[in-house]
């Protein structure tokens, strides 16, 4: 058991909760000033977040807890740091400083407090993947929901706030399920600290352990609303193709949350020897199917980029919580891999749709569609004077960023889609070594709709950037900044070295699956921190 030999674990959430604090006294007109506030304070988590990631990692793995109040466990608010919980930190940074540099252009100033709504929400995301509490995990989801109800309205508009109204009523229904389950589970148990929580579900027998499985599912429900898993996710195209870019960006990562506490919470509580069994995995794997085919079937029938990019972002959710269902060390491994490599690109597609977006007359859309559906244009026409035209430079851009984003999101090769895919379909396949193991049928199952999905993700991408660069009815060209492209081909080049170093990074995933599926490690940690001065007992009733 390590013990955090500083306060560094803490920075992730102190950072930007003062940040954001801080800029509420300044008027909006200030603008320089909160640009300045908010992209250092984001450069500074990306730092601290490859610091605690750097420090996981070193000497064969270690977790780190942090005792709020410097009171005892299980009694104590404490702040568990291992391999996954670092490796969302650092997603989350990275994902958060290229919005930030993109709102700068123009959203920033589209509404009232962006910058302090955004690291508020920051705050809620670090809390969220730190946490080891399940009543602050609650905490922590409310604070980035209510920054994330703040951001999702930004901009305002009709449709802007029909969406945005759907969310917040949704999460709001979600956040009682929350409450209510943490309800059942502490009434048997008398605790909320998750390790803790492992050591005594293991004892509990009967009615008792009836209620907190029943109190466990309905967090479950909670947490897969969050995810965006079907059925419950009608919500979410609509609400993130409604957002601003830089908002849908970070958003990118929220469903990734539902995710991480499902993964979390399923194996450290059910999963371990002594207390497995199987509780909830094939729910999981069914669900995180039908999720698949569901956003699959949207890409097809989306028109609209924004969409189709909500739709992806189901896709990848339904990859996701396939691959918790499954409950394979390898499988969770490569799934852990997807999730870095379909967020940064997720994110890139945001910012990039809104790009194109400028050079595109909506009535020229529709017009280009009805022309589509009913064989109009087809004559041949003259040929005209030029033989060719030369493509201006920024569609070129835009055109090239618009492929990666495609092959990624596809899981074509050679980026780090496919490689996320070919990971789990080899630990699939060939669970223990070359020629061993037994092949499940749900691999066969998972398979396909992996490769479907992509299939169907290739035909919607080409389809629409055809209609976007080789079919423009208006031809012009759309006036974009530096600092709006920057940060798109940022996150894409991330993608590319995610490629390039897919041998370490796989190598710190394994370790960090490995951790997941064997908790023991975990709740020793949290059982045994020690405190920096201990209470003096004697004093206490």
């Known amino acids: 058991m390590m013990s955090a030999p500083s306060h560094l674990i803490i920075a992730p959430i102190l950072i930007p909760l003062l940040a954001g604090a801080l800029l509420l006294f300044f008027e909006d007109r200030e603008r320089r000033l909160k640009d300045a506030v908010s992209i250092l304070t984001s450069a500074a988590l990306v730092v601290v977040a490859a610091v605690l990631l750097f420090r996981t990692g070193a000497d064969g793995g270690r977790i780190f807890v942090y005792l709020l109040g410097n009171w005892p466990s299980p009694i104590a608010i404490n702040l568990v740091l291992d391999r996954l919980s670092a490796m969302m930190l650092l997603l989350t940074a990275v994902l958060a400083l290229p919005a930030l540099v993109f709102s700068i252009a123009r959203w920033q100033r589209a509404g009232a407090h962006f910058h302090s709504l955004f690291l508020f929400l920051l705050v809620g995301l670090n809390g969220a993947f730190l946490t080891g509490d399940l009543f602050n995990l609650f905490v922590f989801f409310e604070v980035l929901l209510a920054a994330s109800y703040g951001l999702m309205l930004h901009g305002s508009g009709q449709l802007r706030v029909r969406a945005g109204m759907h969310y917040i009523v949704i999460n709001l229904a979600a956040s009682l399920l929350f409450l209510i389950g943490v309800a059942m589970i502490y009434s048997v148990t008398g605790t909320l600290n998750m390790a803790h929580l492992a050591i005594v579900l293991q004892g509990l027998e009967g009615e008792s352990r009836f209620m907190a499985e029943a109190g466990a599912g309905i967090l479950g429900i909670a947490f897969l609303v969050k995810a965006g898993s079907w059925p419950l996710n009608f919500w979410l195209p609509t609400a993130y193709s409604a957002a601003a870019a830089p908002v849908a960006a970070i958003f990118a990562i929220l469903t990734k949350v539902g995710v991480y506490v499902l993964l979390r919470f399923s194996l450290l509580l059910f999963g371990s020897e002594a207390a497995s069994t199987g509780f909830g995995e094939q729910a999981l794997f069914f669900v995180g199917m039908a999720t698949i085919l569901f956003g699959a079937i949207g890409i097809l029938a989306s028109q609209a980029l924004g969409r189709l990019a909500g739709y992806s972002v189901l896709v990848s959710s339904g990859t996701l919580l396939a691959a918790v269902g499954f409950a394979q060390t390898g499988v969770t491994a490569g799934a852990l891999f997807y999730l870095i490599s379909s967020t940064l690109t997720l994110s890139a597609f945001f910012m990039l749709i809104e790009l194109i977006a400028r050079g595109q007359d909506p009535a020229a859309d529709v017009l280009a569609v009805t022309m589509e559906a009913y064989g109009e244009g087809e004559e041949e026409k003259e040929e005209a004077e030029e033989v060719g035209v ?62 479907l999905s992509g299939f169907a993700t290739l035909i919607a991408m080409t389809r629409a950037g055809i209609s976007a660069f080789w079919a423009r009815i208006d031809g012009e060209v759309p006036r974009v900044l530096l600092v709006e492209m920057a940060p798109v081909a940022a996150l894409l080049a991330m993608t590319v070295f995610l490629t390039i170093g897919a041998g370490p990074v796989m190598r710190f995933l394994e370790a960090a699956a490995a951790d997941l599926h064997s908790p023991q490690a975990y709740i020793q940690s949290v059982m045994e921190a020690v405190q920096a001065v201990p209470h003096a007992r004697e004093v206490l009733p």
């Open 390 to 451: 030369t493509i201006p430079e920024t569609l070129a851009v835009l055109g090239v960023s618009f492929a990666a984003c495609g092959i990624l999101l596809a899981g074509l090769p050679p980026l780090s889609g496919f490689v996320a895919k070919f990971a789990m379909l080899t630990s699939m396949f060939n669970p223990d070594g070359v020629g061993e193991g037994v092949i499940r049928h749900s691999s066969w199952w998972l398979a396909s709709f992996l490769i």
